[in-house]
């Protein structure tokens, strides 16, 4: 197949997977350098099936799965996997990816990469049913997204492998669910880990007074790493610091920024 046919498969498929995305905002995406001249391996759609999405590590104990975290779906998935051309690499397509998510408001509530995310022949064979995505444990990277707005029932899943071979492949499903409970919230690695990232992290949900929960989620997720330091921006700032050290973060490690553009809350790492 050429690559100006490969090119417009994947266009197709990818305006399914990623329907948050907006049609000006799409051809931002098709333009990304790692996706261009990918060769589309896997495209399906399947109904009415039940599924686990990991939101922590994976292993085998006695002969079953086990995760660390995990969010049970029963809905309809579209699924799309792609070889990358030699010139790109799978993490640094999963990132720009990662990125163009975050960018439209999908919120991320797992992220995990290496070894830390467990075997990737779990991976493969038994998350995604698809041997291609097994490669050496320290080449991987997966993120579970749930997407904004009117897409709020759907989970965008993504994971990223350099197989041994050297080939590099990204593999994305997205799943419409029946239903999918209100409350799911990130892990505190997750969040840490975007903050030492991408040095900051963006809450435009959290517009109101501080909510307990979420107080103790960013606790815990500042306290994965308790010399970072950040400053926080957003209409009620001053009462979510409040609320956060109340809770026990030293009040040295956040300052106030007195200026902001956007609703909720926005975290910067600070130097």
């Known amino acids: 197949m050429h690559n100006w046919m490969y090119k417009t498969l994947l266009a197709t498929l990818l305006t399914v997977l990623l329907s948050s995305v907006s049609a000006s905002e799409f051809s931002t995406l098709l333009q990304l350098e790692h996706l261009r001249d990918a060769e589309v391996i896997t495209q399906e759609h399947r109904d ?53 998510l975050q960018d439209q408001h999908a919120q991320m509530l797992y992220w995990c990469a290496g070894r830390e995310c467990g075997s990737s022949s779990l991976w493969a064979n038994q998350v995604f049913a698809n041997s291609r995505l097994y490669g050496p444990d320290d080449r991987q990277a997966y993120a579970l997204f749930r997407l904004a707005g009117e897409q709020q029932a759907s989970l965008v899943a993504m994971y990223a492998i350099t197989r041994g071979n050297g080939r590099d492949f990204l593999h994305f499903e997205q799943f419409q669910a ?23 992290l963006a809450l435009p949900a959290l517009v109101g007074e501080p909510d307990p929960v979420w107080v103790k989620l960013l606790v815990r997720a500042l306290n994965q790493d308790i010399t970072m330091r950040i400053s926080m921006a957003g209409e009620n700032a001053q009462a979510w610091r409040d609320a956060m050290v109340e809770r026990g973060l030293r009040a040295t490690r956040i300052e106030l920024e007195a200026e902001y553009a956007q609703p909720g809350l926005v975290l910067q790492r600070l130097p």
């Open 48 to 100: 009415s099936l039940e599924k686990i999405y990991p939101k922590g590590s994976v292993r085998r104990i006695s002969g079953k799965m086990r995760y660390s975290g995990e969010v049970l779906v029963r809905g309809s998935v579209d699924v799309l996997t792609v070889q990358l051309a030699p010139t790109h690499e799978a993490l640094a397509a999963f990132n720009a990816s990662r990125q163009l």
């Open 178 to 200: 029946e239903q999918l409970a209100t409350d799911l919230l990130p892990t505190p690695t997750t969040l840490e880990r975007q903050l030492n990232v991408d040095n900051r």
